[in-house]
């Protein structure tokens, strides 16, 4: 049912022809906070049982992931990229700038999306509602749901999975291991995630009814990453 509703919306903000403010391809003032499932609410048996889960992942943690974690801290679309083994050494900007350009307008009308969600719902992070739990990367300064490292890692696996639709699975899956590395680190509940993958749903299907970002994505493709 939550998939049928998200595809709802995705079908609203698609037939959406006219976009208002400063953005690329994507207004994110057309995608509403409240287009998304709401966050849990503090102090309740929902969200404990999330604590728990964190407080278990933490026991648990190794140095690799606290490295991969914070490597990602500052996230940039190169993470990404990194699901390509013959793609992510590559001077990407400099062989690759129609991409490189596309990603980059992508990335920034992401952020303004999820940003805005992130002041509408004003949630506190893990760490700072309970003190078993510790942030093992520097601490963010924004509100925790939804993630936006999982929002603008999933809408750039989409993204990249449009130029090279055979790595489409391994992107996915980069961006699936750098949301649950948020959770991982402290920074975020398991719901967090959810809602990040929810605007990068709804994002994804309102980028394709860009013309704009059709044009750029046609002239990436044309570079022949591989």
Sequence with gaps: MRLFILSLFCVFIS???VFAGNFNYVDAATISPEFL?????????????????IIKLQANVTEAQIKEA????????????????????QDIASKFPNTHKLIEKVYSDCRDTYNLSKEYWKTERPYQVNDKIKALVEKPISKAYPSGHTACSRVLAEVLGQILPAK??????????IANNRIISGVHW??????GVETALLFFGALQQSSAYQADLKAAITENIN
């Excluded at 914070?70 to 050494?89: G, Q, Y």
């Design 15 to 17: 037939a959406q022809n």
């Design 190 to 195: 398991p719901h967090d995630i959810e809602g």
């Design 168 to 177: 489409r699975a391994e992107l996915r899956e980069r961006a699936a291991e």
């Design 70 to 89: 914070n490597v990602e801290a500052h996230l940039s679309p190169t993470h990404v990229f990194s699901a390509i083994n013959s793609v992510a050494d």
């Design 37 to 53: 499932t709401p966050p849990l609410k503090p102090n309740t048996p929902e969200l404990q049982a999330e604590a728990e889960e």
